[in-house]
């Protein structure tokens, strides 16, 4: 039975890695004190990781603590520096640790209602152990320093084979099965990916205005077009014979497309993939699977793209104009409004926007992307500002249409709502025109989730923040919006966003200009007859501590000892720890010699049964390069196709 953290139950580790682990357990049973004593610190500090270790490593630690000041003791004993007192404090420490192993381990799964003896013969533990620990605990006399060390170190080998190499095995078979997890989410990964690029290719071929997929210039598109069409197909044939359907509108859609389309243009090969990323977002066994959709869009070079490809999206004049104007290219929504569409049906848009936030405030990104992530947000706040819009719209043409006892289909509604709501908003024509069966994304109704933005405000801030403020529910007025909106700005470093409102909050003061205004206090009479005065800002300035005075502005504090403690006085020497005698050990010498928390490695008979290369991972994993990849390629050849002709 192994001494194992997991049937403690504990989730966390103190180790912050595999190596970390592997380090410390040769110094533990290594042939030398001073990698010992190393050994030691770090168990220390994995103790101020987490104070309740796993029992195994808590008992090791017990047991190489008396070890350690066993040797710094005896020879100081020996030569007469310390008292022969000395040796019975050892007995006792030694005793201490042999009672609480032994009751760690009775207490291990369900050998409570055993005796000891029996657990211990079970356990692979001496009997005599046994008798030492009730010996010491109820006995006149402690047992014998010498009988005490053998036991010492027998046990902290039983550890070994107990805890130790039991640990290992267990790691190394919990990294085999992340290790096919992380496999087979890469799987997915690159699956997905690959299916966003070649869908960003066939659109970017389309845009650039290709109709069939034998026209296209790329060879190794054209292949895997075929063979997307091949595979659409057969799957048709299949869900005829079964008469089952998916239940996809996408997959319908390409079903149809593929049935009448006797050439097979693009936007067929294009609908086919939208079935096919629909189909990949509807499983559920895909771990983090909102992170792996929105981390390959945000990476992708069409969706955030360089000034260089944007100019595919933008009029050759207007490239410079319309992202100064704080708006995403008409074409850019357009191209990818299917995928917006999508991820808003497969309730991804909310984790989009939190990637697209998390994006915006990393400084170590690009400033050019931060605006386009920012500029998303815009877009995709202003299309459920205009579907909230058409939404209330709808509900007066709704009550017009049955008190004069009309009706209208579906198609015929909506497009009317459409008319209606571009003639009333015509500042929201341009932006994405969402499904009147939608409704508005919820955080970005949620007054929480709109105060946090507020509050962590940034230079990108003001791109987004006002068609959120129109959605935030319960809604705010017209003048505190126009507060928010001046406070943001403030915060970023910019202009007004209301000139005919500047001068009635009057001038922003900077610290300078504090420090002489009426804001000034004096703090109490000494500092008055000094005339150094102190700004008054966040705290009432009272002293609630006696022993605590506030300092004058011209307080020299590099007199100040700071850093002292209690017991170092004026100076800075400190009182040195107990340091362990550092011995060189013959291992010659072992077979012969008992040496606390010294155990020969012939003795640890598991030793050659740990694969170390298996458990610190050095074996190469599976061929799972990151090459580029044909979809890779294939986009990249796209974008050069296209901007040649733009």
Request: hydrophobic share 40%.
């Amino acid at each position: 039975m192994a001494l194992s953290m997991r049937q403690e139950g504990i989730k966390q580790v103190p180790w912050f890695s595999l190596t970390e682990w592997h380090q410390v357990y040769n110094q533990i049973y290594s042939n030398n004190i001073d990698e010992l004593t190393k050994g030691y610190q770090m168990l220390l500090v994995w103790q101020a990781r987490i104070p309740k270790l796993p029992i195994g490593v808590d008992c090791t630690l017990s047991i190489i603590q008396v070890c350690l000041r066993d040797n710094e003791w005896t020879p100081k004993i020996n030569n007469g520096e310390l008292p022969i007192s000395y040796e019975n404090d050892l007995c006792l420490m030694y005793s201490t640790i042999i009672m609480r192993l032994l009751n760690h381990i009775s207490n291990i799964g369900h050998t409570k209602q055993t005796s000891l003896f029996q657990i211990a013969k079970k356990l692979n533990i001496p009997e005599w152990i046994v008798n030492l620990r009730h010996d010491s605990a109820h006995g006149y006399e402690l047992p014998s320093i010498g009988i005490l060390r053998i036991a010492a170190n027998i046990l902290l080998a039983w550890l070994h084979e107990e805890y130790w190499v039991a640990e290992t095995k267990k790691m190394e078979k919990c990294l085999h099965i992340e290790e096919s997890i992380k496999e087979a989410e890469e799987t997915e990964v690159q699956d997905f990916g690959d299916l966003i690029e070649l869908w960003t290719a066939i659109s970017l071929y389309i845009h650039a205005g290709y109709n069939l997929t034998s026209s296209i210039p790329d060879p190794q598109l054209k292949e895997t077009l075929q063979d997307l069409h091949s595979y659409a197909t057969s799957l048709l044939d299949k869900n005829n014979e079964c008469e089952e359907s998916d239940n996809n509108k996408y997959m319908d859609a390409a079903n149809d497309d593929i049935k009448k389309d006797k050439k097979y243009t693009l936007k067929t090969a294009r609908i086919v993939l939208l079935s096919e990323i629909s189909r990949y977002l509807n499983k559920k066994s895909i771990p983090n699977k909102k992170d792996i959709v929105c981390n390959i869009l945000l990476n992708s070079e069409a969706f955030l793209p360089s000034k260089d490809i944007l100019s595919i999206f933008t009029q050759e004049k207007g490239t410079e104009n319309e992202i100064e104007k704080d708006v995403l290219p008409l074409d850019m929504i357009k191209f990818w409004q299917d995928i917006v569409f999508l991820l808003y049906e497969k309730d991804l848009m909310e984790a989009l926007i939190i990637k697209l936030l998390k994006l915006i405030d990393n400084e170590e990104v690009n400033k050019d992307k931060r605006l386009l992530a920012s500029l998303w947000i815009s877009s995709i706040s202003y299309s459920f500002l205009k579907l909230d819009a058409a939404h209330r719209i709808s509900r007066d043409l709704e009550f017009q249409l049955e008190k004069a006892n009309k009706t209208l289909s579906l198609n015929a509604l909506e497009l009317k709502i459409k008319e209606k709501t571009d003639r009333a908003y015509p500042h929201l024509k341009c932006v994405l025109w969402f499904n009147l069966s939608y409704i508005v994304l919820p955080c970005l109704t949620d007054i929480k989730f709109i105060s946090k933005l507020i509050l962590n405000v940034n230079e990108f801030s003001v791109k987004f923040i006002v068609p959120i403020l129109e959605l935030v529910s319960p809604q705010v007025d017209k003048e505190s919006k126009q507060m928010l909106l001046n406070l943001i700005s403030f915060c970023t470093m910019g202009e007004m966003t209301d000139s005919k409102t500047s001068h009635k909050y009057g001038k922003i003061f900077t610290l300078k200009d504090l420090q002489h205004s009426e804001h000034l206090i004096n703090v109490d009479n000494v500092q008055a007859k000094t005339d150094h005065r102190i700004p008054r800002f966040l705290t009432d300035q009272k002293v609630r501590n006696n022993y605590w005075k506030l300092a004058i502005a011209t307080y020299n504090w590099s007199e100040c000892p700071i850093g002292l403690l209690p017991w170092q006085c004026d100076t800075m020497e400190i009182l040195n720890p107990l340091d362990s005698v550092i011995q060189k050990t013959n291992v010659s010498i072992l077979e012969s010699e008992i040496i606390p928390g010294i155990i020969d490695r012939k003795d640890l008979k598991m030793q050659s049964q740990i694969k170390w290369d298996n458990v610190l991972r050095k074996k190469k994993r599976l061929n799972r390069k990151y090459e580029r990849r044909n979809a890779d390629i294939i986009m990249n050849k796209a974008l050069e196709t296209v901007k040649k002709q733009k």
